[in-house]
């Protein structure tokens, strides 16, 4: 089962109202929520979201908010780092190199700002010496 990180009640508070009906709202948040907690290298769920600070729920629920809308704007599987491909005996894709992790998590860039606030998207591995 999908934890999903924000409700329609939520949605209300934080969002544009972009979506038709309520059927089509959950189904965005659940997407989104995937991708929320894929850009936190899984620490939402490892975690627990009931075990996060208040600080961290509210920033994770604005960024599932922005995440559902970015994805039914922007499509799920948009893919704007593919600069060219050819296809001719071997199939070719090259991708622009990006400096951004949102961009290559496809993430919204707002929503990956809140994340950042959270403290769960570092990257970084401290280790002791």
């Not at 009640?9 to 659940?30: R, T």
């Not at 994770?60 to 948009?78: L, N, R």
Request: some cysteine.
């Amino acid at each position: 089962m999908i934890n999903v990180y924000a409700t329609k009640e939520d949605y209300n508070k934080y969002g544009k109202n972009i979506f038709e009906n309520n059927i089509e709202l959950n189904q965005y948040l659940e997407l989104a929520s995937i991708d929320i907690n894929r850009a936190t290298l899984t620490r939402i769920e490892k975690k627990g979201f009931d075990n996060l600070t208040s600080q961290q729920k509210y920033l994770i629920i604005k960024a599932t908010c922005i995440q559902a809308e970015y994805i039914k704007e922007e499509g799920v599987y948009d893919d704007s780092s593919i600069i060219s491909y050819s296809i001719g005996g071997d199939l070719t894709v090259n991708k622009k190199d990006s400096q951004e992790i949102n961009d290559k998590l496809n993430i919204s860039k707002l929503a990956f700002i809140y994340l950042k606030r959270t403290g769960l998207t570092s990257r970084i591995v401290w280790s002791k010496n």
